[in-house]
């Protein structure tokens, strides 16, 4: 794995956005992460800075561009440090 890209299931458990990775692979077999605007299958699908994920959370989609891919799952604030919230488009 090169610095630059991480799988995808890792980031969002880096992130933050899981409480396990393992829930994270699941959701990515089952085709309900975007990466870009595009279904992923795989967990190991690779993510970088840049890359725009759309991610199911448990009430709502959270549309999110990464920062950085990190290198471990740190504490909240650091978590919050990979991504930025990307708002709705159209919303009142």
Do not use: N, Q
Not at 40 to 56: E, F, N, Q, W, Y
């Amino acid at each position: 794995m090169t610095e630059d890209a991480i799988r995808i299931d890792k980031w969002l458990w880096y992130a933050r956005m899981f409480k396990s990775r393992t829930r994270a692979s699941r959701l990515c077999r089952e085709g309900r992460i975007r990466v870009d605007g595009r279904v992923i299958r795989k967990a190991d699908h690779r993510v970088t800075r840049g890359s725009v994920l759309t991610v199911p959370t448990a009430r709502d989609i959270r549309v999110v561009r990464v920062l950085a891919v990190g290198t471990r799952r740190g504490p909240p604030a650091e978590a919050r440090s990979l991504y930025e919230t990307i708002p709705e488009a159209g919303g009142p």
